[in-house]
């Protein structure tokens, strides 16, 4: 069974970068399409990324031109790399398995990202 454990996350100032792993147990080739979300304190989890089986990336509004999602598949990882970070960047994010427009597992723990000064 797929599993997938986010990693990565930490304090960056406003205008840096991080970037975040999601490390897939099983084969990543059975997976359709990964997808990051996160969390930020009293709000929706909301889809910041999506990567499909053939690499073609989707991102809402929010972060395009900034958060670049790929998938390395020798690895059974998907990366995040979010630049120019602010403080509504600040949330717990997530990956998960993705088809149809929704999540299809449980949700992790997750990594935490905190954009500060």
């Known amino acids: 069974q797929v599993q997938l454990v986010e990693s990565g996350g930490g304090l960056v100032q406003p205008g840096g970068s991080l970037r975040l792993s999601c490390s897939i147990s099983?084969?990543?080739?059975?997976?359709?399409?990964v997808a990051w979300y996160r969390q930020a304190p009293g709000k929706q989890r909301e889809l910041v990324a999506t990567?499909?089986?053939?690499?073609?990336?989707n991102y809402p509004d929010s972060v395009k031109g900034r958060f670049t999602i790929s998938r390395d598949n020798a690895k059974n990882t998907v990366y995040l790399q979010m630049n120019s970070l602010n403080s509504e960047d600040t949330a717990v994010y997530y990956c998960n398995v993705y088809s149809n427009g929704r999540p299809l597992k449980s949700w992790g723990q997750g990594t935490r990202v905190t954009v500060s000064s």
């Open positions: 990567i499909t089986s053939g690499g073609r990336t």
């Open positions: 099983g084969s990543i080739f059975s997976i359709p399409a």
